[in-house]
């Protein structure tokens, strides 16, 4: 199990991370922050490769925003070696003096997205620390003031701990991820920082509700009746050959964001078309770049994924192993720390939303004008696919994700 916590009998003393995002349906904006791009671009590369490398046949969604932000708390409170291996993999600053400006960016941007119009944005951040665990008070005073951490002691050898902590996330999520620890938490845990992120925004377009039937999806392995949602609309369109995939371009009400999908040209059943994450994304940030207007009928499942994985391997692949395994943390506390776990959490919700939206405010919905007879693209996705949810203003990613079987 992901989120189960090591054997009982070691006496190790534990500090959890967990990233939790959730994405309901989609959306847009209007924001003009610095770029976070910068440092996110080369880690989004990384943590692809690293989860899909051994994804298979099962489904991979994160979050490269939420997990920046997750590790910057963290970075908030390391330092020695720790600090300077998560500054090398994140680009944090090394030196002490830089800390406050650089969180004052974070800041920044969190609430520039929390505050975007027709998307609704919500960060949270739990700090839950071992009852008679004693935080130091410069970490105190930045996790509330630059995150607006919510901070409490708990006692982990109270079984009813778990629980709680799962109401806390059940809360920031708005109900939509409950339950999250199936296990009970490992009573030697000293520290659970937790992020959870929730994401929720309308097309701008709408699927007819009406036009979602069953139909097949070709895993490449099996073959799935899933509930394909359909529409026709003037949308951005790419089909470049030289790119091992068609691209297409789903606007969500606020115009600065967009869902983007990549549908392979390869048969799904050579399905390892994800395992190159970094070739996909390098590539369709170029192409989204020649995306054409075009008339399209496009078909996408609806679809409703949870996604729990361990970011420990994306660590190692980014050379870190002492961040796992001896983490110096002592901006934190003053307790020795054996072992860091770091977990992430997405749900994403994919349905026809916006259609009612649309009716009042869409420009894009279809009826295409009697007069020139224009074909559609047909933009079926009935196999295996990426995606990613892009802020275009933002030059960041804020879900990406490769989807190989809808249920
Ligand atoms: C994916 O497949 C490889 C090779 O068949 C296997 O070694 C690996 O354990 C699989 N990964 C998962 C997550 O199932
Ligand atoms: C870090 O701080 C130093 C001195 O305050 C400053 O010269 C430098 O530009 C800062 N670097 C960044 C990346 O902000
Ligand atoms: C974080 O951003 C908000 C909104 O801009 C601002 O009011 C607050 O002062 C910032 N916090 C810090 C510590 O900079
Ligand atoms: C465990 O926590 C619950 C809920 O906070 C509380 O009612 C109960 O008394 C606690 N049990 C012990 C043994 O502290
Ligand atoms: C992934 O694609 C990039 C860009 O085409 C290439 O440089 C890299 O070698 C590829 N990696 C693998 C593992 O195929």
Excluded: C
């Amino acid at each position: 199990m992901l989120f189960s916590v090591v054997n009982m009998s070691l006496p190790q003393k534990i500090v959890s991370l967990f990233v939790i995002s959730l994405v309901v349906s989609v959306a847009s904006s209007e924001v003009k922050e610095k770029p976070l791009s910068e440092y996110i671009d080369r880690f989004t590369l990384l943590t692809g490769d690293a989860l899909l490398q051994n994804a298979n046949d099962s489904n991979v969604v994160f979050s490269p925003l939420n997990i920046y932000h997750a590790f910057s708390l963290l970075h908030l409170g390391s330092n020695q070696k720790t600090r300077e291996e998560l500054s090398s993999i994140f680009g944090f600053p090394e030196n002490p003096e830089n800390d406050t400006n650089f969180h004052a960016q974070l800041n920044q941007t969190l609430h520039s997205l929390q505050n975007l119009k027709d998307v609704t944005l919500a960060a949270a951040v739990g700090v839950f620390a071992r009852k008679d665990l004693k935080l130091k008070p410069l970490f105190l005073e930045r996790v509330k003031s630059f995150y607006n951490a919510d901070v409490q002691n708990v006692d982990f050898s109270n079984t009813s701990t778990t629980q709680y902590i799962n109401s806390w996330i059940s809360q920031s999520t708005k109900d939509h991820i409950k339950d999250y620890f199936t296990e009970s938490i490992n009573p030697a845990t000293q520290l659970q920082l937790i992020s959870a992120l929730y994401f929720g925004a309308n097309w701008k377009f709408g699927f007819g509700k009406t036009n979602t039937q069953k139909e097949d999806f070709h895993t490449g392995y099996s073959l799935l009746k899933v509930e394909m949602m359909s529409e026709m609309s003037r949308l951005d369109y790419g089909d470049d050959p030289k790119y091992p995939f068609r691209i297409l371009g789903l606007p969500y009400k606020n115009e600065d964001l967009y869902l983007y999908i990549q549908l392979p040209r390869e048969d799904p059943k050579s399905a390892n078309f994800a395992n190159n994450f970094s070739a996909i994304y390098l590539t369709s940030l170029e192409a989204v770049e020649t995306l054409k207007s075009n008339l399209v009928h496009v078909k996408l499942p609806r679809f409703s994924i949870n996604s729990k994985i361990s970011l420990e391997n994306v660590l190692k692949k980014f050379g870190s192993t002492q961040i796992l395994e001896a983490p110096q943390l002592s901006g934190m506390f003053d307790e020795k720390v054996d072992k860091l776990e770091v977990n992430h959490g997405v749900h994403i919700d994919v349905d026809e939303t916006g259609t009612e939206a649309a009716a009042v405010s869409s420009i894009s919905l279809m009826p295409l004008s009697a007069s020139i007879p224009e074909i559609p693209k047909e933009f079926f996705v009935n196999k295996p696919f990426t995606f990613f949810i892009y802020s275009k203003s933002l030059k960041t990613i804020i879900f990406a994700g490769a989807i190989s079987r809808v249920e």
